[in-house]
């Protein structure tokens, strides 16, 4: 099993800046990719940006250029540094983590953390 804790939301103006950090422990493969999601309320939970253990990186349109997605794999860590915040990134950020598991993909979730952006 797979725990994955996250902190560092919070409330912040636009064009502000927060860090987020997930902690991963248990049963870790060498091999795994780890992300971020965010709900915004009443919409649908959507990808933000995602890190393999090899460093490719994928980010959503919305925040290219203004997130960036890190990881320290001895800590099994995963960062998002998010830059010019917009009101429009207010959700539940949620870490999470995948890995294939024998012939199949096993994936993860945080519990979340709130990230409000006031105008």
């Known amino acids: 099993q797979v725990q994955l804790v996250e902190s560092g939301g919070g409330l912040v103006q636009a064009g502000g800046s927060l860090r987020l950090s997930c902690a991963a422990s248990?049963?870790?493969?060498?091999?795994?990719?780890m992300g971020w999601y965010r709900q915004a309320p009443g919409k649908q939970r959507e990808l933000v940006a995602a890190?393999?253990?090899?460093?490719?990186?994928n980010y959503a349109d919305a925040v290219k250029g203004r997130f960036t997605i890190s990881r320290d794999n001895a800590k099994n860590t995963v960062y998002l540094q998010m830059n010019s915040l917009k009101p429009e990134d207010t959700g539940v950020y949620y870490c999470n983590l995948k890995q294939i598991v024998v012939v199949r993909t096993a994936e993860y979730w945080g519990k979340g953390t709130l990230v409000t952006v006031s105008s």
């Open positions: 890190i393999t253990t090899g460093g490719s990186t």
């Open positions: 248990g049963s870790i493969f060498s091999i795994n990719t």
